[in-house]
T-cell receptor, first 114, second 114 residues
Framework: DTGVSQNPRHKITKRGQNVTFRCDPI?????LYWYRQTLGQGPEFLTY????????KSRLLSDRFSAERPKGSFSTLEIQRTEQGDSAMYLC????????????FGPGTRLTVL | AQSVTQLDSQVPVFEEAPVELRCNYS??????LFWYVQYPNQGLQLLLK??????LVESINGFEAEFNKSQTSFHLRKPSVHISDTAEYFC????????????FGDGTTLTVKP
């Protein structure tokens, strides 16, 4: 059973650098979600895709953030010109057309911006 | 807009004691409700869910939650906790639309002491 996988698991970068994270959803799940979780808080919705189409973006997703899902399978989340406030856990989740509301989460990518 | 309030940020209990983690939500439409558990440096694992039908839902490891529409609550309970239940618990709500994205509470840290 292959669940949602995310790479890398940890990323340390210097302020101003660009970073890219990858998420591989459960096979045949056509919905893919990105969330951000900061210390002491619950996950906050960033954006989601249905197949390759990005259907919604949160106001939290500034212009420095971009997400893609070019072939409707894996997705990438890129942060340009990172800031210390971007330090967080970035979680990916996927769901099936049979029940979009049941999301399966990956282990997350922990980003630390120095 | 929907929101979730977890009324207790930390709940310490002794092993084999009962526990209740409280969750209230607000939404203008019908909702689906979830409890997730998160162990340190890991992603979220779905503990149990209410989608429809019986308002009392149970997990395989002894947790249960009851959907109370009039009180807009979805409290999580377990009659006898184990040391291994020590973790962070998140309540989440997803509106009964087709979007599937969830809004999370800020979490409750359950610490089970011997």
């Amino acid at each position: 059973d292959t669940g949602v996988s995310q790479n890398p698991r940890h990323k340390i970068t210097k302020r101003g650098q660009n970073v890219t994270f990858r998420c591989d959803p459960i096979s045949e799940h056509n919905r893919l979600y990105w969330y951000r979780q900061t210390l002491g808080q619950g996950p906050e919705f960033l954006t989601y895709f249905q197949n390759e189409a990005q259907l919604e973006k949160s106001r939290l997703l500034s212009d420095r953030f971009s997400a893609e899902r070019p072939k409707g399978s894996f997705s990438t989340l890129e942060i340009q010109r990172t800031e210390q406030g971007d330090s967080a856990m970035y979680l990916c989740a996927s769901s099936s057309h049979r029940s979009y509301n049941e999301q399966f989460f990956g282990p997350g990518t922990r980003l630390t911006v120095l | 807009a929907q929101s979730v309030t977890q009324l207790d940020s930390q709940v310490p209990v002794f092993e084999e004691a009962p526990v209740e983690l409280r969750c209230n939500y607000s939404s203008s439409v019908s909702v689906y409700l979830f409890w997730y558990v998160q162990y340190p440096n890991q992603g979220l694992q779905l503990l149990l869910k209410y989608l429809s039908g019986s308002t009392l839902v149970e997990s395989i490891n002894g947790f249960e939650a009851e959907f109370n529409k009039s009180q807009t609550s979805f409290h999580l309970r377990k009659p006898s906790v184990h040391i291994s239940d020590t973790a962070e618990y998140f309540c989440a709500v997803s509106e009964g639309t087709n979007a599937g994205k969830s809004t999370f509470g800020d979490g409750t840290t359950l610490t089970v002491k011997p």
